[in-house]
């Protein structure tokens, strides 16, 4: 089992800053990239940014240029730094772990962190 813990929402003003940091533990061994998703109100979870064991990133065409994704590999840790943050960054964040078994994923998530950008 991976344990996910998220810290670092808050609320912020427009054009403001943020990080985002999750913490894995258990049987992190495995795991072979991890995320960050995001979640509004009325509207389904939308990926973020991913970033895998090897270093490679991807990034939501919304976030481009503003978010960054980073890794700590010895402390099992991955973070997201939000700049310019807009209103419409508003939602929970959510850590997100994959585990491959083979060749089936096991999706592991946190409990999630509240993000709000007031204008």
């Known amino acids: 089992q991976v344990q996910l813990v998220e810290s670092g929402g808050g609320l912020v003003q427009a054009g403001g800053s943020l990080r985002l940091s999750c913490a894995a533990s258990?049987?992190?061994?495995?795991?072979?990239?991890m995320g960050w998703y995001r979640q509004a109100p009325g509207k389904q979870r939308e990926l973020v940014a991913t970033?895998?064991?090897?270093?490679?990133?991807n990034y939501a065409d919304s976030v481009k240029g503003r978010f960054t994704i980073s890794r700590d590999n010895p402390n099992n840790t991955v973070y997201l730094q939000m700049n310019t943050l807009k209103p419409e960054d508003t939602a929970v964040y959510y850590c997100?772990?994959?585990?491959?078994?083979?060749?089936?994923?096991?999706?592991?998530w946190g409990q999630g962190t509240q993000v709000t950008v007031s204008s």
């Open positions: 970033i895998t064991s090897g270093g490679s990133t």
């Open positions: 258990g049987s992190v061994f495995r795991i072979n990239a």
């Open positions: 997100n772990a994959r585990r491959m078994k083979f060749l089936t994923p096991e999706d592991y």
